[in-house]
T-cell receptor, first 115, second 110 residues
Framework: DVKVTQSSRYLVKRTGEKVFLECVQDMDHENMFWYRQDPGLGLRLIYFSYDVKMKEKGDIPEGYSVSREKKERFSLILESASTNQTSMYLC??????????????FGPGTRLTVL | QQPVQSPQAVILREGEDAVINCSSSKALYSVHWYRQKHGEAPVFLMILLKGGEQKGHEKISASFNEKKQQSSLYLTASQLSYSGTYFCGTEKTSYDKVIFGPGTSLSVIP
């Protein structure tokens, strides 16, 4: 079974703090993703990575950065947390399938509250 | 562009059927369906590729009408365990990233 783990289930931070969210997958997947999930908006892609040291902006990258130094680990960084970044953050990984589509495996999520 | 899902929410009694729709304004290569139970990670259900393929997974099946750029998820004889939020994700080509819809909340009550 594919396992995607995230460093924390719940996190509370103060405005202006630097926040690190860690994600690790154990299936040697090439692709990794960071989403935020907000009620009524679904899953919105922040950043993704198709290889080590490679990153691409998603739909809402502002205020975030990422790091992928090892294939199994993808970190999301909030340089200076703000209250509007209070959300559920989901990490996912995938490997291209037979039809080159993307079945994603999600972690349990980190609920971040910024005060 | 984010796909549109309908309805936003639905409440069913056990044993009833439901249909969840996902539509896009763009031509699609594939549609993905995921279910997220409360407090858990989204879990993959199925992928449909262009060609109008219908797929099934226990009592959950789906169709893909590429002319209408629409997919429908069918839940038959619903069970309590079907409760959750259902997301569709769409790809315009096999090289695009998946874009997820806003989700449909499904609640099955005894």
């Amino acid at each position: 079974d594919v396992k995607v783990t995230q460093s924390s289930r719940y996190l509370v931070k103060r405005t202006g703090e630097k926040v690190f969210l860690e994600c690790v997958q154990d299936m040697d997947h090439e692709n990794m993703f960071w989403y935020r999930q907000d009620p009524g908006l679904g899953l919105r892609l922040i950043y993704f990575s198709y290889d080590v040291k490679m990153k691409e902006k998603g739909d809402i990258p502002e205020g975030y950065s990422v790091s992928r130094e090892k294939k199994e680990r993808f970190s999301l960084i909030l340089e200076s947390a703000s209250t509007n970044q209070t959300s559920m953050y989901l990490c996912a990984s995938s490997s291209p399938s037979e039809f080159n589509t993307d079945t994603q495996y999600f972690g349990p999520g980190t609920r971040l509250t910024v005060l | 562009q984010q796909p549109v899902q309908s309805p936003q929410a639905v409440i069913l009694r056990e044993g009833e059927d439901a249909v969840i729709n996902c539509s896009s304004s763009k031509a699609l290569y594939s549609v993905h369906w995921y279910r997220q139970k409360h407090g858990e990670a989204p879990v993959f259900l199925m992928i449909l590729l262009k060609g109008g393929e219908q797929k099934g997974h226990e009592k959950i099946s789906a169709s893909f009408n590429e002319k209408k750029q629409q997919s429908s998820l069918y839940l038959t004889a619903s069970q309590l365990s079907y409760s959750g939020t259902y997301f569709c994700g769409t790809e315009k080509t096999s090289y695009d990233k998946v874009i997820f819809g806003p989700g449909t909340s499904l609640s099955v009550i005894p």
